[in-house]
């Protein structure tokens, strides 16, 4: 078991939640070339230790946010709720 | 040269008492080979087997950080089929059965293959839909697949709950016969065992931290232990490690770790000879020879490269049994373990060429990695050698992500066997 810390919601049992994947700056669809689009879609850093991703309080307050997790300890470090 | 293992080199061990000599030959490394696979599973290992048995490649090392088998190749439920979705897959994985039919007799090591049949229970209309599609697609390749119904189903399976009341009635099934379970380790010992008889070194618990690259071409290798090997072509066939392996060249890769989880019961009086799976209920069934169920689920939810069990898999796949064999209820779980799985955004492998000359990819093997190590040695092989993917393998290619290509498996992959 994992607990996350919603920001809003306080120390949840990970399964309150669906995970969303890594952090990542969505390119503007206007603008962006196909392949700056497919890279953003398809390419992510998939690193062996800390990472920042987002996750979706499903179960609770329905809300974004984003942590930092180690990714072989699943240590969770930090909470930022996102707009 | 190991021995042949036939009747008569077994009488002569039992009469003589004499200890069987080990699988491998212990060497010392080499300043440079021909080729280095980074990863001693079954598509490294594969690999090397047909460099040298088809190409006459010998100078081959394979490097596997712990030992053979311990990644996905030894933790996975070995299941094996090619009732895909797509004709890519379908004709891929196809060639995989194929050569697994007679892969005992061609290692010279029994790799019981047992063609029991394979079942995918559908739930609902888009399950049954997408079902016949496959069936469709299968026929056109040549593949044994087709749509049963609960009768049928039933006949096969007598203690599935085929009856409409339950939570998730089972409305029909795609059977394909020549699908069935194999002896994972077996199959990794055999190819193993093969390539070292034909010269290419296995070097166990050797680990690779770089990867030298002069002027966008490879150049060698460095291991953990300081020392450096010299050669012009690299294998990254890691599963679950992949990205690091490529990291080291700079060769970006759609892959996302996941563990994935597995468990076995007590063995029990053999009941159950087709390999059961609903998509649905993300749940697949299977008896071993020892009489064992060993139970499989899809991925855990979120990207990890740890291999811990967890009580939610227990409690799910146990849950999801129940209610496809509410029989089994006394039954108790043995063990549970976790593995590793190179995720890829269709469900399709990366195989072929990279950006970086020499340095090639045989990656993306997910949760279905394990039907498709004899092919994919094969495939893999020929592209070193030929230095250009063959036919077989053109469509999983690394360029299909930026190209917009993919090959979707989705439909067909949602629990992966
Ligand atoms: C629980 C579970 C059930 C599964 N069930 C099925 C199934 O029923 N059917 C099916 O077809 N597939 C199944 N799979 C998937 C299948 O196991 C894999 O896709 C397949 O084994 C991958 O084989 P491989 O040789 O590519 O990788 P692996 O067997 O994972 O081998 C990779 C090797 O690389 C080594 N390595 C990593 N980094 C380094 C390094 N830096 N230096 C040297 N060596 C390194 C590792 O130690 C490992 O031994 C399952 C997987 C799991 C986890
Ligand atoms: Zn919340």
Redesign the pocket.
């Known amino acids: 078991m994992m607990l996350l810390p919603c920001p809003w919601c306080g120390a949840r049992d990970a399964g309150e939640f669906r995970y969303v994947g890594e952090s990542g700056t969505r390119p503007d669809p206007a603008t962006a070339t196909r392949d700056q689009w497919r890279r953003y879609l398809y390419f992510h850093a998939n690193p062996r230790g800390w990472v920042r991703e987002d996750w979706y309080h499903g179960a609770g307050c329905r809300r974004y946010f984003t942590v930092g997790r180690h990714t072989v300890t699943n240590e969770v470090r930090t909470a930022r709720g996102r707009s | 040269m190991p021995t042949r293992y036939s009747a008569w080199s077994l009488i002569r061990h039992g009469v003589s008492g004499d200890d069987w000599p080990p699988i491998l030959r212990q060497h010392d490394r080499r300043e440079s080979y021909d080729v280095v696979i ?7 290992l594969a690999t090397a087997y047909y460099l040298a048995a088809d190409y006459g490649v010998r100078n081959v090392a394979v ?4 030992y053979i088998g ?4 030894g ?6 089929r090619s009732n895909y979705l797509t004709p890519e897959g379908v004709r891929f994985y196809d060639r995989s059965v194929k050569l697994y039919e007679h892969l005992a007799a061609e290692l010279n090591f029994n790799v019981m293959f047992s063609q029991r049949g394979h079942l995918t229970l559908a739930h609902n209309d888009s399950s049954l839909r997408t079902m016949r599609w496959r069936t469709e697609v299968n026929k056109l390749q040549g593949v044994d697949s087709d749509m049963i119904d609960p009768d049928e189903i039933k006949k096969l399976v007598p203690y599935l709950d085929t009856s409409n009341t339950t939570r998730y009635p089972i409305l029909g099934a795609l059977y394909h016969p020549p699908g069935g379970i194999v002896r994972h380790d077996a199959v990794v010992w055999g190819y193993a065992r093969a390539a070292d008889a034909r010269g290419v070194h296995i070097h166990q618990g ?3 931290v770089g990867i030298d690259v002069d002027g966008g071409r490879v150049t060698g290798v460095r291991t953990a232990d300081g020392h450096r090997i010299a050669t012009g072509a690299v294998l990254n ?5 992949s990205t ?2 490529s990291d080291m060249v700079g060769v970006r890769m759609p892959v996302q770790t996941f563990p ?3 468990g076995v019961t007590e063995p029990v009086r053999p009941f159950l000879d087709t390999v059961v799976v609903s998509g649905t209920l993300h749940v697949y069934v299977s008896q071993t020879d020892r009489g064992e169920l060993v139970f ?1 689920a899809s991925v855990d939810p979120y990207a990890s490269y740890s291999t811990r069990g967890s009580l939610e898999f227990a409690e799910g796949v146990a849950g999801h049994v129940l209610q496809l064999m509410p029989a089994l209820s006394k039954m108790r779980l043995l063990r549970q373990w ?2 590793l ?1 190179d995720m890829t955004p269709d469900f399709s492998p990366i195989m072929g060429p990279t950006p970086v000359a020499g340095f090639y990819v045989d990656v993306g ?8 190590g004899p092919v994919s040695g094969e495939a893999m092989a020929d592209c070193i050698v030929n230095g250009r993917p063959p036919e077989i393998i053109a469509a999983f290619g690394l360029d299909r992500f930026t190209a917009g290509r993919l090959v979707g498996e989705k439909g067909a992959a949602a629990v ?2």
């Open positions: 980074v990863g001693g599973g079954v598509h490294g490097l596997e950080k712990s311990s990644g996905g190749s933790r996975n439920t070995a299941i094996l050797t680990e690779v066939a890691t599963a679950g490690w690091l392996i994935l989880q597995a499989g976790a593995g799985c093997w997910g949760t279905y990695g394990f039907k498709a992966g066997h």
